[in-house]
């Protein structure tokens, strides 16, 4: 079974420029998630996707980042435009719908984003 | 806020038994424990979880105290590319039929040759 899929691996931007993300979930899996994990932190949740739509925002920065998942499948993240504080590692993870030990999240290998 | 507590850092000899503790004293009766571990510039690993009785699968034990607020992921044979950071979580319901995993910074666990 293939695993969730995401591209470019790495990326280098300038402050200001806009970059995107993407991500292919695991076949079947309804739900999709976008993380930011800064050097020396743990994974912290941007968005949270129920099929096509959203569950849970609240820690998106929505003046400058934007997610969509189209036709409940793949998603693009968007940072526009990016600042300094930018620079992490952005992981997508998908699950089955969760109800009681379902739900495993599972991850892809990230895109490491630095903005100089 | 993560609703767990983990040492940051520990040591464990190669061959032998890794026992990553974790306290999760708020923890809710319908919540789960999950594990992951993130090995340096890969995405996080899911290992296991549970919800009252200990659990195991072919990579790891979960053992959970009968009050439920800790837990303990045993590596019984820890190798050298268990190196990596490990994640105690607990899985937060919301919305109503939704579910959350808040990261905190983890274990560093170091297996030594």
């Known amino acids: 079974e293939a695993g969730v899929a995401q591209s470019p691996r790495y990326k280098i931007i300038e402050k200001r420029q806009s970059v995107a993300f993407w991500c292919n979930p695991i076949?079947?899996?309804?739900?999709l998630y976008w993380y930011q994990q800064i050097l020396g932190q743990g994974p912290k949740l941007l968005i949270q996707?129920?099929?096509?739509?959203?569950?849970?925002d609240s820690q998106l920065p929505k003046d400058r980042f934007s997610a969509e998942r189209l036709k409940g499948v793949d998603s693009t993240l968007k940072i526009q435009p990016a600042k300094l504080e930018d620079s992490a590692v952005y992981l997508c993870a998908s699950s089955l719908a969760g109800t009681g030990g379902g739900g495993t999240q599972y991850f892809g290998p990230g895109t490491r984003l630095l903005v100089l | 806020d993560a609703k767990t507590t983990q040492p940051p850092s520990m040591d464990c000899a190669e061959g032998r038994a890794a026992n990553l503790p974790c306290n999760h004293s708020?923890?809710?009766?319908?919540?789960?424990v999950y594990w992951y571990r993130q090995i340096h510039s890969q995405g996080p690993q899911y290992i296991i979880h549970?919800?009252?009785n200990n659990e195991t699968n072919e990579m790891a034990s979960l053992i959970i105290t009968e009050d439920r607020k800790s837990s303990t992921l045993i590596l019984p044979h820890a190798t050298l590319r268990d190196t990596a950071v490990y994640y105690c979580?607990?899985?937060?319901?919301?919305?109503?039929?939704?579910?959350?995993?808040?990261f905190g910074k983890g274990t560093l666990l170091t297996v030594n040759p």
């Open positions: 979580i607990v899985r937060v319901l919301f919305g109503g039929s939704n579910y959350k995993l808040t």
């Open positions: 996707f129920q099929n096509n739509g959203v569950v849970d």
């Open positions: 076949s079947g899996h309804a739900t």
């Open positions: 549970g919800l009252k």
């Open positions: 708020t923890i809710s009766g319908n919540e789960y």
